[in-house]
């Protein structure tokens, strides 16, 4: 009979463990709320909230002067089997100092015509957001692009005279 006790309390844990997982349980995801979004800076009313929002999927590396974005985000870390999340973050940020923190850690892109995977930078995705400053029209300087050594799909280009960071990060390397 020692024995069906013992059963007993291991099936009553395995009972309780399984419902602290399930939907309906408290998680670490349900506390801080779904990160899922689908939002282009031009809806949020001010430089603040545009900052402040950005935060929320990009860590600053330097202070911001200014910055148009489209963050899309699909948060799949909650339910009852969470998954690695989807992006695709596109920003342009006007930095109040330098570029170099944006880049530190980071490898320059390969030349044009190398092989290797994604070789050239392809910035068409930036065009819209640099026409919605009249200064990021006329750039004075040549970017100079460097690749997240962790990720591929994360690059920057900066332009270094103009203080300008183009940031690109995606988990969808085939997104336009």
Known sequence: ???????????????LACCACSPGGSSGTASRGSLTTDTDS??????????????????LKSPIADTEFIIRYQ??????????????????????????PWHDGWVPCAAEGATGDRAKVDAAWARPLLGRRAHWQTLRSSPRCYRNPGSSASFVLVYEEDKLVLY???TTPAAP
């Open 1 to 15: 009979m020692a024995g069906h006790g013992f059963f007993g309390r291991g099936a009553a844990a395995m009972l």
């Open 42 to 59: 031009q809806s949020l009313p001010d430089r603040q909230q545009r900052l402040a929002f950005l935060e929320r999927y990009l860590r």
């Open 75 to 100: 948060d799949n870390s909650g339910g009852g089997i969470p998954g690695p999340s989807d992006w695709d973050i596109r920003a342009v940020l006007q930095v109040e100092s330098q570029t170099s």
């Open 168 to 170: 690109r990060s995606t």
